[in-house]
């Protein structure tokens, strides 16, 4: 019985420290789209219109760079593969989001879209 434990402590010491790094990592953005699976409207260029566009008509809510919003939506969780909730939150807003379709244009959207979806071009 002795045995046993010494044999298994370690491995579950290990396993312990593991799950506790696991729990108190950092929350993460959601891992980058492999390069294939990346939208074709994600360009440089659209991103750093995005940047722009988002300092003017986001950032006080959802704060510099997408961190530290006032209680709002935290952007760079956002699921990258729901584009077209994307679209639908922007244009009609959703609780304290306003709806922005009669101030942003499609492809305005786009470009924000383009901003957020890399998570400020970091993908
Ligand atoms: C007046 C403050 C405010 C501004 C300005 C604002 N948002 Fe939001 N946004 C919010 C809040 C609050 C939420 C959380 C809504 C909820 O789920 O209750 C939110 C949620 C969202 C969501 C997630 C909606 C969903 O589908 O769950 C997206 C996407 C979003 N905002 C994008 C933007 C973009 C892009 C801009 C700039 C064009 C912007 N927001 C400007 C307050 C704001």
Request: aromatic share 8%.
């Amino acid at each position: 019985m002795t045995m046993t434990t010494r044999t298994f402590s370690p491995l579950l010491s290990t396993l312990i420290l593991s799950a506790s790094f696991a729990l108190s990592a950092p929350v993460h953005a959601q891992d980058a789209l492999p390069p294939g699976e990346r939208p074709a409207e994600f360009t440089a260029d659209n991103i750093e219109k995005g940047r722009v566009l988002y300092k003017q008509m986001c950032l006080r809510c959802h704060g510099p760079e997408m961190v530290g919003g006032n209680n709002a939506f935290d952007l760079r969780k956002f699921p990258l593969d729901d584009k077209a909730r994307f679209f639908n939150s922007v244009k009609n807003g959703k609780r304290a989001m306003p709806a922005l379709k009669d101030i942003l244009t499609e492809e305005q959207i786009t470009i924000l879209w383009s901003y957020v979806g890399t998570r400020g071009g970091k993908l």
